[in-house]
Nanobody, 127 residues
Framework: QVQLVESGGGLVQAGGSLRVSCAAS????????MGWFRQAPGKEREFVAA????????FYGDSVKGRFTISRDNAKNAVYLQMSLLKPEDTAVYYC????????????????????WGQGTQVTVSS
């Protein structure tokens, strides 16, 4: 079992920056990939970013490429999402998720690939 807890959400103006964090506990050694998804009201859950165990492999959704950066610190069992140049359309609940399958790379953008989820943290970008 892996437990995930997000933090760091809040209200920010358009063009600003914000970093959200995810603290993992439990069998964290099995979290081959960690990812971030987001879901806005009335919309489907959207892939934001993912990162491999070593941090050498990163993946981004098209809508956040060049603006968001994912990183992880395995010593602290933490994953971070640094968000810059925020837009009102980035407003959503941001969820941290973990994959415990080592060969999930080809499906990393699919929510169904992930085994564990956090409760989410709200990010609101005002115009």
């Amino acid at each position: 079992q892996v437990q995930l807890v997000e933090s760091g959400g809040g209200l920010v103006q358009a063009g600003g920056s914000l970093r959200v964090s995810c603290a993992a506990s439990g069998r964290t050694s099995s979290t081959y990939y960690m990812g971030w998804f987001r879901q806005a009201p009335g919309k489907e859950r959207e892939f934001v970013a993912a990162i491999g165990w070593s941090g050498g492999s990163t993946f981004y959704g098209d809508s956040v490429k060049g603006r968001f950066t994912i990183s992880r610190d395995n010593a602290k069992n933490a994953v971070y999402l640094q968000m810059s140049l925020l837009k009102p359309e980035d407003t959503a609940v941001y969820y941290c998720a973990a994959v415990t399958t080592w060969n999930a790379r080809s499906r990393i953008g699919s929510a169904g690939t992930y085994d564990y989820w956090g409760q989410g943290t709200q990010v609101t970008v005002s115009s």
